[in-house]
T-cell receptor, first 114, second 114 residues
Framework: GQQVMQIPQYQHVQEGEDFTTYCNSS?????IQWYKQRPGGHPVFLIQ?????EVKKQKRLTFQFGEAKKNSSLHITATQTTDVGTYFC??????????????FGKGTKLSVIP | KAGVTQTPRYLIKTRGQQVTLSCSPI?????VSWYQQTPGQGLQFLFE?????QRNKGNFPGRFSGRQFSNSRSEMNVSTLELGDSALYLC???WGQGGTGELFFGEGSRLTVL
């Protein structure tokens, strides 16, 4: 079945350093979404990428969708303590009979050392 | 507008019992998905309902079941509880099916099985 691999599983960075998490799908995706879950909280939607090669920015966050629509990345520039949390990617694929399936990666847990 | 509401927020059960969790989606959303979250396991997909029909199902045993009502509210049931069922159960609603739209997560129901 559909698989979305996300690496790394954990990342510890000094405040001010950059951070990147990567997602790879075994199949071509219709779109990819990114979520952030703060410690003790629930996942919150960050962004959705739909087009091949798409790049979107949100302040210090840069999201990319690969040309083949099988991989994606989230890059955070100059991390801050407020960036702490687990970042999940989720890929949507057409599963037939008019239905789509959303599959989450296992997440990357980011720790920021002040 | 009101967010996704999950009840109860916390519950404690003993092995062999059953439990029913409830999820009220955002008004107008027709998709409700359920996820199990345990430390280190990310978001494990249980099932998705769209307009009262189960569209997708994850790899969980038949003890896990769900349904969606005509007002889009959803319930999930776990029968014959096992210790390993202790987890945070998250519900997410969306206007679109299968990740075609962003997911809005509730705060979750934390289940402890003794």
């Amino acid at each position: 079945g559909q698989q979305v691999m996300q690496i790394p599983q954990y990342q510890h960075v000094q405040e001010g350093e950059d951070f990147t998490t990567y997602c790879n799908s075994s199949t071509t995706l219709s779109n990819i979404q990114w979520y952030k879950q703060r410690p003790g909280g629930h996942p919150v939607f960050l962004i959705q990428l739909v087009k091949s090669g798409e790049v979107k920015k949100q302040k210090r966050l840069t999201f990319q969708f690969g040309e083949a629509k099988k991989n994606s990345s989230l890059h955070i520039t100059a991390t801050q303590t407020t960036d702490v949390g687990t970042y999940f990617c989720a890929g949507s694929t057409y599963s037939g009979a008019g239905s789509y399936q959303l599959t989450f990666g296992k997440g990357t847990k980011l720790s920021v050392i002040p | 507008k009101a967010g996704v509401t999950q009840t109860p927020r916390y519950l404690i059960k003993t092995r062999g019992q059953q439990v029913t969790l409830s999820c009220s989606p955002i008004s107008g959303h027709r998709s409700v998905s359920w996820y199990q979250q345990t430390p280190g396991q990310g978001l494990q997909f249980l099932f998705e309902y769209f307009s009262e029909t189960q569209r997708n199902k994850g790899n969980f045993p038949g003890r896990f079941s769900g349904r969606q009502f005509s007002n889009s509210r959803s319930e999930m049931n776990v029968s014959t509880l096992e210790l390993g069922d202790s987890a945070l159960y998250l519900c997410a609603s969306s206007w679109g099916q299968g990740g075609t739209g962003e997911l809005f997560f509730g705060e979750g129901s934390r289940l402890t099985v003794l």
